[in-house]
C-alpha cells in the first residue's frame, strides 16, 4: 500500500492492507476464516493557536 504524505512526513499504512485471520473452532471441529477490511475515515480536530498552524486548516 501507497504510504501516506502528511505535513512532509511519509507515514505508512500497510497495516490497514485487507487481510485473512483463521481461527480454530472446537465446537465446529474446523478454522473459520474471517475476512477483515479497512474503510477510510476522518476526523476533525479543534484549531488551538499556537499548536496548530494556518497551513494546516483545510
Do not use: W
Not at 501507497?2 to 480454530?24: D, S
Not at 472446537?26 to 478454522?31: I, K, V, Y
Request: glycine fraction near 8%; hydrophobic fraction near 40%; aromatic fraction near 6%.
Amino acid at each position: 500500500m501507497k504510504p501516506i504524505v502528511y505535513c512532509g512526513e511519509e507515514m505508512p499504512i500497510g497495516h490497514l492492507a485487507p487481510m485473512r485471520i483463521a481461527c480454530p473452532c472446537a465446537p465446529m471441529n474446523r478454522e473459520l476464516l474471517i475476512d477483515v477490511g479497512f474503510a477510510n475515515h476522518c476526523y476533525t480536530e479543534r484549531f488551538i493557536e499556537g499548536i496548530h498552524s494556518p497551513g494546516q486548516i483545510a
